[in-house]
């Protein structure tokens, strides 16, 4: 995305290209990695004009988009009233040379501490940085998104980005900001919350008390259902005994039904909210909470689908160990021997077995492929693999 989305100029009446009246808003970055980037691409694509601050612009300059300017940071700091922090903690106070040119200036503070980070300092990331450069103003923001949703864009799933700050009309700016960039900005009140909003991405598993405990509803349900149709009602109208079936059997036959049922609520919202959309006549309307919180679930409904998947597919593959297998292959052979007929080559039943295999060994090939390739992005997003997986789901479910 070399050049901006949104174009300042304005179309006039007689169809010639006009000088929008207002200036393009510049922004600032500090900082030329992974987050720089991906940042510098969003804003230029946004319709920002964009200036950014490294301590070797020659080396990095190729990296950003061309629309960007990559100069010294003295130079960065000098014009953008906004300027973004996308530098680790310990490097802060290398800037501190640059007081004089940065104060008045909100400064954007993205950064996202480790887990031991955030025990050992008991003042944020942003509070820091607020005592580092007193005549400054820091908001916190964009700690949650990572740089690969940035370059990506925002998706339904994740697009809050939490804001916190000490000034209303600094907050009111950035708030702006990420609307323009297409996220939704959340109110999180006074610098003293930024704590708090370095927190989130350390949750671990965030959002998934709901999906969790959805697929243990439909496991429950599905594995009574299964139990009294495959082994109660033949206990009781032929008295025979099939409980041995509840560990393996019964199990097996539930997962499938979890899986499917779950990878079809990862897509139904998306069906639902586009008929919204058409009876709405417009995207641009918030969805109910319902639905929002719906669209959220996804990628926890399908990892959990593919994980139901994965666990069915294993099984199968360890059918033929039971011994109650191989008490019913003897006996077919015996059958066999006695009646002189071929029982045991079914060729429904062998066909079956080889596209299964055949399939499941696709299935892991694509599964290796797809780790591989999605190495580079595993530090910034789970986003692809939720799509990869997702994709690969119905494969499994089928084995
Ligand atoms: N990557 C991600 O997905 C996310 C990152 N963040 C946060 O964004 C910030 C930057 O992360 P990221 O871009 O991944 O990190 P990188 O290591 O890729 O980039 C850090 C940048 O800091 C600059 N820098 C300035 N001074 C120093 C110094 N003394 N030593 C080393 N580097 C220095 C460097 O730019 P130069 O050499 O040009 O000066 C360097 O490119 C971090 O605080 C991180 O927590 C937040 C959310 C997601
Ligand atoms: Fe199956």
Redesign the pocket.
């Known amino acids: 995305m070399d050049k901006p989305l949104i174009s300042r100029h304005l179309v006039d009446s007689d169809g010639s290209l006009a000088e929008a009246p207002r200036e393009v808003p510049k922004v600032g970055i500090?900082?030329?990695?992974?987050?720089?980037?991906?940042l510098a691409t969003r804003l230029v694509g946004s319709g920002f004009s964009v200036v950014?601050?490294?301590?070797?612009?020659k080396?990095?300059a190729g990296l950003f988009p061309s629309a960007a300017h990559?100069t010294l940071?003295e130079e960065a700091v000098g014009s953008p009233e906004v300027i973004f922090?996308?530098?680790?903690?310990?490097?802060y106070s290398?800037?501190c040379g640059l007081s004089d040119q940065l104060a008045g200036k909100i400064l954007v503070?993205?950064?996202?501490?480790t887990q031991q980070e955030h025990l050992r300092h008991h003042e944020s990331?942003a509070e820091y940085l607020a005592s580092l450069f007193p005549t400054c103003t820091v908001v916190k923001a964009?700690?949650?998104?990572?740089?690969?949703?940035?370059q990506a864009g925002p998706r339904d799933g994740n697009r809050q980005v939490p804001i916190c700050s000490d000034q209303p009309e600094a907050k009111r700016t950035v708030l702006e900001l990420a609307q323009a960039m297409g996220f939704t900005p959340m109110d999180m009140g006074s610098l003293a919350s930024a704590r708090e909003v370095e927190a989130m991405?350390l949750r671990l598993l965030p959002g998934w008390k709901v999906p969790a405990l959805l697929a243990l509803g439909l496991f429950v349900f599905f594995y009574t259902y299964n139990f009294i149709r495959d082994v109660l009602q033949p206990y009781l109208q032929e008295g025979k005994n099939k409980f041995y079936q509840l560990p393996v059997s019964v199990v097996n036959t539930t997962l499938p039904c979890v899986a499917y049922v779950l990878l079809s609520l990862v897509y139904l919202p998306g069906v639902v909210a586009a008929a919204l959309q058409l009876h709405r006549g417009t995207k641009y309307r918030r969805f109910p909470d319902w639905l929002d919180h719906w669209l959220q679930h996804r990628k926890q409904m399908g990892l959990l689908s593919f994980f139901c998947a994965a666990l069915h597919a294993l099984y199968s593959f360890c059918l033929p160990l039971r011994r109650s297998h191989r008490y019913e292959l003897v006996n077919q052979a015996v059958k066999q021997v006695l009646t002189n007929k071929s029982h045991l080559w079914i060729e429904k039943e062998v066909w079956r077995m080889e596209i299964y295999l055949s399939l499941g060994v696709l299935a892991l090939g694509t599964l290796s492929l797809l780790a591989v390739t999605s190495l580079p992005s595993i530090?910034?997003?789970l986003n692809w693999r939720e799509f990869s997986f997702v994709q690969v789901c119905p494969f499994l479910i089928d084995l």
């Open positions: 500090l900082g030329s990695g992974d987050f720089a980037r991906s950014v601050g490294s301590r070797n612009p080396r990095t990559v940071q922090v996308a530098m680790f903690r310990e490097h290398t800037l503070d993205v950064s996202n501490p990331n964009f700690n949650v998104i990572s740089a690969w949703t940035l991405p530090s910034n997003s």
